[in-house]
């Protein structure tokens, strides 16, 4: 069946410092991939996606790209500032939709927590 | 506002009491999602609606737990007979078709003494 894995954390970087989360998957389809972030207290919000090979989703200075190669979209920021800190989601959306595992193709990862400190 | 709207955003009840969480989504979305967020813990699918089609209830934890949209708009979560292990954030979200990114609400964070 599809998952979705990264990294656990939690993450503490310097403000400035480069920024990685990894994420891998698996998926019976060809999924369209997403990050999402959430900040204390609210819901998700979407940070970026790709629809499909090497397809780079950017926003906000974070970058993934869709590698299927690996099965890997990584999350990477160039210097990341404090108002960062929040809770990553790495998800896939696969158009055929797991059977079992309900959510209608929606897979979550667990979530990293970064903290970045001034 | 156009997004997600959730209500209550806390709601503090009695274990043994039944309580009601309301979603209204995004005008036009088909699509609408109850997650569960237990305390520094992922998101558990609970239920899924899409258009007029019976509901995928696969997630729901326990026979105390329902939901139901009315319309294909507004949807309402039920939790019977409440039970301190419920305590958590219940996130709805809403989105327009397969493979669209979901958008989320704020959540209700429910909290059984």
């Known amino acids: 069946g599809n998952s979705v894995t990264q990294m656990e954390g939690p993450v503490t970087l310097s403000e400035e410092a480069f920024l990685t989360i990894n994420c891998t998957y698996t998926?019976?389809?060809?999924?369209?991939l997403f990050w999402y972030v959430q900040y204390p207290g609210e819901g998700l919000q979407l940070l970026l996606k790709?629809?499909?090979?090497?397809d780079k989703g950017s926003n906000k200075g974070f970058e993934a790209t869709y590698r299927k190669e690996t099965t890997s979209f990584h999350l990477e920021k160039g210097s990341v500032q404090v108002s960062d800190s929040a809770v990553y989601f790495c998800?896939?959306?696969?158009?055929?939709?797991?059977?079992?595992?309900?959510?209608?193709?929606?897979?979550f990862g667990k979530g990293t927590h970064l903290i970045i400190q001034p | 506002g156009a997004g997600v709207s959730q209500s209550p955003s806390n709601k503090v009840t009695e274990k043994g009491k039944d309580v009601e969480l309301r979603c209204d989504p995004i005008?036009?979305?088909?699509?609408l999602y109850w997650y569960r967020q237990s305390l520094g813990q992922g998101l558990e699918f609970l239920i899924y609606?899409?258009?007029?089609?019976?509901?995928?209830k696969s997630g729901l934890p326990s026979d105390r737990f329902s939901a139901e949209r009315t319309g294909g708009s507004v949807s309402t979560l039920t939790i019977q007979r409440t039970q301190q292990e419920d305590s958590a954030v219940y996130l709805c979200?809403?989105?327009?078709?397969?493979?669209?990114?979901?958008?989320f609400g704020n959540g209700t964070r429910l909290t059984v003494t």
């Open positions: 998800a896939l959306s696969d158009p055929i939709p797991y059977s079992g595992g309900g959510a209608d193709g929606l897979t």
């Open positions: 998926a019976t389809g060809y999924p369209s």
């Open positions: 609606f899409q258009g007029n089609s019976a509901p995928d």
């Open positions: 979200a809403s989105r327009v078709f397969r493979n669209s990114p979901l958008h």
């Open positions: 005008s036009g979305h088909t699509a």
């Open positions: 790709a629809t499909k090979a090497d």
